[in-house]
């Protein structure tokens, strides 16, 4: 079952709105989702409780670097997916969270790339993958777009990006006050109601795109896993 982990050492990058909008996308879909709350400010973690039975998603409080292990070995027992939502500052917890994971998200907040939080992540990832031979996929999320930026200029930060070997994925998650809204009101952009909340049908649309794109490079990698495996037992 897949490990998610959303990592930038900079606190406000937007990882756990968009930890909330991919939980809360694939529980709509029929998948059962765990979130590993390892940020001491625990956000998640009153999210879960201001939403009552509004949400099948569980969420595990007070993840440590000494519980993460067992966290993560209960999620993927229990759940389709297990999400984690790492703290907003450099800690032993994000090499371990990363060596768990099947694939790691890393918000970044608007287009530029002085984002310094997400460059520390995108190091770690590239330095695992040279001098440990560790290679887990990663992709830089951009959040807290403006819904003005052109498509042109979500291009050209793709575009640097794939220079350096970083994958950004298509869907930037936008700046929209129904974001705020979820963590305030508790439940998902789904139990809101459209009266109380502006742009409503525009931030579920952005979410489904995330998550639909987040799944379609979890079925890539597992038809290539599959490829993989096919070919070994045919030179077996
Ligand atoms: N896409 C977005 N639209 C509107 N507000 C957002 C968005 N992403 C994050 N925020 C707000 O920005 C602040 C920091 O976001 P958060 O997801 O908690 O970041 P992090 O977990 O990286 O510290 C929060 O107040 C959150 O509500
Ligand atoms: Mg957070």
Redesign the pocket.
């Known amino acids: 079952m897949p490990v998610i982990t959303f990592a930038?050492t900079k606190?406000?990058?937007?990882?756990?709105?968009a930890v909330l909008l991919l939980a809360t996308e694939l529980e709509r879909m029929g998948f059962r989702v765990t979130i590993l709350d390892a940020?001491p400010q625990y956000?998640i973690s009153r999210w879960r409780e201001n939403s009552g039975d509004r949400t099948k998603v569980k969420v595990v409080p007070y993840v440590t670097q000494a519980t993460l292990e067992k966290h993560i070995q209960d999620g993927k027992r229990e759940a389709d997916y297990v999400l984690i939502d790492l703290p907003?500052a450099r800690t032993p917890l994000l090499a371990k969270a990363i060596g768990y994971s099947n694939h790691v998200l890393i918000?970044i907040q608007g287009c530029s790339m002085d984002a310094q939080g997400g460059a520390h992540v995108i190091e770690l990832m590239q330095y695992l993958a040279d001098r440990g031979n560790i290679h887990i996929p990663f992709s830089v999320v951009l959040?807290?777009v403006n819904s003005m930026v052109t498509t042109r200029a979500l291009q050209t930060v793709k575009a640097l990006l794939a220079e350096r070997r970083v994958h950004v994925m298509d869907t930037p998650?936008?700046?929209?006050?129904a974001?705020?809204d979820v963590?305030d009101f508790g439940g998902s952009l789904h139990t809101l109601t459209t009266a109380s909340v502006s742009n409503l049908g525009k931030a579920r649309d952005n979410a489904r795109a995330f998550a639909d794109e987040v799944l379609m490079h979890e079925a890539l990698r597992q038809q290539q896993r599959q490829g993989q495996l096919a070919a070994l037992r045919a030179v077996a």
């Open positions: 930038n606190g406000g990058a937007g990882k756990t709105t940020d956000w907003g918000p959040t807290r998650i936008i700046e929209r006050s974001f705020r963590f």
